[in-house]
């Protein structure tokens, strides 16, 4: 297939807010591709390439390029093997190797391109033609059911993959996409409930957890073979040779179990967020050792727990791993329920989740069975720029500019971000470096005062509320927004959303006329 075709379609994606019209161009490009451009295509079409980081900037990409093709002559398997030979670049020369295979893809492109594939290269894609629009695409262009698609790319954690299955497979394919100990499955995901009265009354008879600031981890053990995937399904194995030894002394043969973990100090106390990070990123460091907590289990030799309740996963859990469970009382009480809420918060965790006990797992899925309580607001948001600092954080840079997911495109492209807010607070020494150096590699454009970054790196904030704002397009700002920690373990996808702020805005009255700017 040619690229072109990809870029037409694509261009025809950002030109409607319809759904529908999206999922048709989509599926017009996927029914057109061979069985070997399925998942190169799905990468492009992602701004995911199968291989990766590319090691290549947004300066460097944009100053490619004087001459373009007038007409479309690359190609997927093109790109792709350039791709590929990008990656494998390394040792004397390698700047000089990588520039002149840039030059000869952007010569090759046209010019519009060429401006597609620097958005593909740092992984700015912004055409709506997020992972849910594709998948009905996949259904679509497959004539397959679109829950047996959703559900296979669920289980399997590959978008590409599942397309091939999808598209070249049989309905039986496709339906026999099922876990597999040892491949990553897409986690189940939480939302937000106020308080542990509301998020019972919603899920009844429910398992109240405690809720750690730590890092989600996935743990697959087949015999004595242990692999640990982090929440974006990262292979992690070599760095949690704790974990690994905790996991390999259960009762088990095979086992996916799913939970957290967390470094604690001498006293048995969780240590900051950024200690556990710290440790959980580095390829060596044991100074500091992880506990990991599990708090359920989607399969125990050769049986399936995926779609069980929430009540047989966790009686499965105290058999195999009761030492290693995370701490939790079961109950409809509400004030049993805060009483155990407290005692999260005196042992030093962020507050509880409240987990329906009839819920199957519903992998990659956020959905109203499991609910986190925490007494402050904290959300997970993409920054999108950042500002040079000046005076003492002078040569850094310092203020954020912080956006929510806008799944639906209600105040802009769809599937991309709003501005809410902007902070500088929160940032000690060691992050101002950090995010200097981070964001300096991510650069995609200018902003007042500093630079457009790719919108892939997730930032938790803490707020004391939100106010209504005609200054950004949401018509929502943060208040005394401050830096909690860098969530390195989230993708951008998973980020709160524009309606999930939105709701906690005060009911429209008069004084909605003094909203601030």
């Known amino acids: 297939m040619l690229f072109g075709d990809i870029e037409t379609a694509l261009a025809a994606v950002t030109q409607t807010r319809s759904r529908l019209a999206k999922v048709d161009a989509l599926a017009g490009v996927l029914r057109a591709l061979s069985p070997d451009e399925v998942v190169p295509a799905v990468g492009l079409l992602t701004a995911a390439p199968r291989q990766g980081r590319l090691g290549v900037g947004w300066r460097t990409l944009s100053s490619r390029g004087g001459t373009h093709a007038d007409t479309s002559v690359l190609t997927v398997r093109d790109i792709d093997e350039t791709f590929t030979r990008l990656t494998e670049i390394g040792g004397a020369g390698s700047a000089a190797r990588r520039t002149a295979l840039l030059d000869d893809l952007a010569e090759r492109a046209t010019a519009a391109e060429w401006q597609l594939l620097i958005r593909v290269m740092t992984g700015e894609l912004r055409t709506g033609a997020l992972e849910g629009v594709l998948l009905d695409a996949i259904a679509r262009a497959s004539d397959r059911d ?19 299955v999808a598209l070249t497979g049989s309905v039986d394919d496709l339906a026999a996409v099922g876990l597999v100990v040892g491949r990553g499955v897409q986690p189940m995901l939480a939302s937000t409930a106020g308080s542990v009265a509301e998020a019972l009354e919603i899920a009844g008879v429910a398992s109240v957890e405690y809720k750690l600031d730590g890092a989600r981890v996935q743990v697959h053990r087949r015999g004595d073979e242990v692999r640990v995937y982090t929440r974006t399904l990262a292979d992690v194995t070599h760095r949690v040779p704790e974990i690994v030894e905790v996991v390999r002394g259960l009762p088990v043969t095979e086992v996916i179990l799913d939970g957290e973990t967390l470094s604690l100090d001498d006293d ?14 580095a390829e060596t460091a044991r100074e500091i050792a992880l506990r990991p907590w599990f708090f359920d289990v989607l399969h125990v030799d050769g049986r399936d727990l995926v779609d069980e309740p929430l009540s047989a996963r966790l009686a499965e859990l105290d058999r195999i791993a009761a030492p290693w469970r995370i701490p939790a009382v079961t109950t409809d009480d509400p004030e ?27 992998a990659g899925r956020r959905g109203k069975s499991w609910l986190k309580v925490k007494p402050v607001h904290t959300f997970d948001l993409v920054v999108l720029g950042v500002e040079r600092g000046s005076g003492r954080r002078a040569g850094w840079f310092s203020n954020l500019h912080l956006g929510a997911r806008d799944p639906h495109g209600l105040f802009g492209e769809p599937g991309g971000f709003v501005m809410v807010g902007k902070t500088f607070k929160g940032l000690t020494d060691e992050l101002l470096t950090w995010q200097t150096a981070h964001f300096s590699e991510r650069e995609t454009g200018e902003v007042p005062g500093g630079i457009r970054v790719v919108p892939d790196t997730v930032v938790e904030i803490a707020i004391d509320g939100v106010q209504r704002s005609v200054r950004y397009p949401g018509g929502v700002a943060l208040r005394f927004a401050r830096v909690k920690a860098y969530r390195s373990d989230k993708r951008a996808a998973e980020a709160d959303t524009i309606d999930t702020l939105r709701a906690m805005l005060p009911a429209s009255g008069p004084d909605d006329e003094r909203m601030t700017r």
């Open 146 to 164: 679109g829950a047996a698609v959703r559900r296979a790319a669920m289980l399997s954690g590959d978008l590409g993959e599942t397309a091939v």
């Open 268 to 281: 048995g106390a969780p240590r900051p967020f950024q200690d556990t990070m710290a440790r959980f990123g």
């Open 336 to 362: 049993t329920a805060d009483d155990f809420a407290r005692s999260a918060l005196a042992a030093g965790h962020e507050g509880v989740m409240v987990k329906g006990l009839d819920a199957p797992y519903t």
